[in-house]
C-alpha cells in the first residue's frame, strides 16, 4: 500500500519537474527568437550603414571632380587676370 501512495507523489512530482523544464526550455526559446530578431535588426542596420555609405563616397568624388575643374578655372581665370594687367601696362606705355 505504500507504494501505491507513493506512486501518484512520484507521478506528481515528475510533472511537475516536467512543467518546470518546459517552462525554462520556454523561456529560452523566447530569449534566443529575441536574440535572432536583434541579429536580424543588426544586420539590417549595417547594410543600411553600408548603403548609405556607398552614397557618401559618390557624393564625396563628385565633390573632388568639381574641386579639380574649379582648380582649372581659377588657374585659367589667373592667367587671364595677368594677361589684362600686361595689357593695361603696355597701354598706359603707349599713352605716354
Do not use: W
Not at 9 to 33: H, P, W
Not at 42 to 64: C, F, K, P, T, Y
Amino acid at each position: 500500500m505504500a507504494s501505491a501512495d507513493s506512486q501518484p507523489r512520484f507521478g506528481q512530482s515528475v510533472k511537475g519537474l516536467l512543467s518546470d523544464k518546459v517552462g525554462s526550455c520556454s523561456g529560452d526559446v523566447i530569449a534566443l527568437t529575441r536574440q535572432v530578431l536583434k541579429g536580424s535588426r543588426s544586420q539590417e542596420l549595417l547594410g543600411l550603414a553600408a548603403r548609405n555609405m556607398v552614397i557618401q563616397e559618390d557624393a564625396i568624388l563628385h565633390s573632388e571632380d568639381s574641386l579639380r575643374k574649379m582648380s582649372i578655372i581659377t588657374t585659367h581665370l589667373q592667367y587671364h587676370v595677368e594677361h589684362s594687367k600686361n595689357l593695361q601696362d603696355q597701354l598706359k606705355h603707349l599713352l605716354k
